[in-house]
């Protein structure tokens, strides 16, 4: 690192070692390419020295791409009339769940829309049949209320994902007609009571987002203790109304995810599927700046195609076997492993050892 300059590695490391960083500072690191190589240097290594150098397979079931929502940048937005809608029935979800563990996943993501189309006792059904084959369950529905949320806990889910997407109140009402900014937040509070490992995250390059604003939602994912923190670029869909606008640059993504890793050294980072959608080696790159977490698509078939949140996703004719041992393959090339644990964040066992459970 000799030819950076002695004031970005100061920044850097003394955000490592105190896990600290200003909103003036946040702001400096995402405006300038000078501290991009000691940034991604001390997140690799916070990621190792508090993580180490095992990754997370976890596989992602996409279960429904129904959705009553409208968020302008999404291809599942209610709107998008083009699109072939499906919903897998409980026991389709859980033979593709099965299929799963048995090639080595350890959690299951339950993904869909957001839809009412599943009684809870029917997902709660799946939930608890998923935890008797001895995966871990993460859930991500969206905004449902305290009960539901509840009732999936009770059932036996681990964890819940859900976005802010942006901080910014007049960004977020730009984007999400007729949603309540401050529900989300509600329903995110709700979770970490509930106890569940609660993530959140957000999108980087929307339209009128600017850097003050990601260093806003920065600094809120380190207020609000979160246990995992998925950052991806905006990709625009061309079925959305946003579909003519540019997209967001995989670098400012990698340094937003960076920063997080520097600020919450002990959650789980994915390197999502977004960047690998930008950079052919995208996912690989953001395991070297401090992700820790990969979460391939465990669904087969059409499906893999029809959850087309953006366009250029990635392995779409690929088999969930093969994807596994593609991104095995890639993990040992860069001298990490695949962990053998149920998955959960460095954070969120210390937070249950502290409550003495
Ligand atoms: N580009 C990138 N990410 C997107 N998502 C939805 N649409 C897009 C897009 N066009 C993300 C949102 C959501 C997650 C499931 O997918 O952040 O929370
Ligand atoms: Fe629906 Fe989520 Fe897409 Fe919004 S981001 S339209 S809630 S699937």
Sequence with gaps: MSHISVFAIDT????????????????????????????????????????????????????????ERNCFYCGLRRQNKILKRYALKPDEIIAFAQKAIAYGYKTIVLQSGENNIYKIDDLCGAITAIRDMGAHVTLS??????????????????????????????????????MSHQNR???????????????????????NQTLSSIADDILFFKESDFD????????????????????????????????????????NIPATTAMETLDKNGRIRALQCGA???????????????YRLYPGKICLDDA??????CITGKIMAIGR?????????????????????
């Design 228 to 267: 995992m923190i998925g950052i991806g670029p905006f990709i625009p869909n061309e079925n959305t109304p946003l579909g003519d606008e540019r997209g967001g640059d995989f670098v400012l993504a990698l340094k937003v995810m960076a920063i997080v890793r520097l600020l919450l050294p002990k959650i």
């Design 185 to 207: 937040f509600n329903c995110l509070t709700t979770l970490q009571e509930l106890g569940y490992e609660t993530g959140s995250g957000s999108l980087v390059g929307l339209p």
């Design 337 to 357: 492993g695949v962990s053998a644990t149920n998955g959960d964040s460095v954070r969120f066992g210390d937070r249950l050892a502290a409550q003495g459970g």
């Design 292 to 306: 820790n977490v990969v979460m391939p698509v465990v669904t087969e078939g059409e499906y893999r195609k029809l």
């Design 12 to 67: 850097v490391q003394k955000a490592f070692y105190t896990s600290a960083l200003t909103h003036r500072e946040i702001v400096g690191i995402l405006s300038s390419d000078k501290y991009d190589e000691a940034l991604f240097f001390y997140a690799d290594l916070a990621r190792k020295t508090h993580n180490g150098n095992d990754v997370h397979l976890k596989g992602l079931l996409e279960f429904s791409n129904v959705c």
């Design 141 to 178: 529905l969206g905004e449902k209320s305290r009960e539901e949320y509840a009732a999936y806990k009770q059932a036996g889910a681990n964890r819940y994902l859900l976005r802010i997407e942006t901080t910014d109140p007049s960004l977020y009402k730009q984007l999400h007609p007729s």
């Design 320 to 325: 969930p076997r093969h994807c596994r041992g």
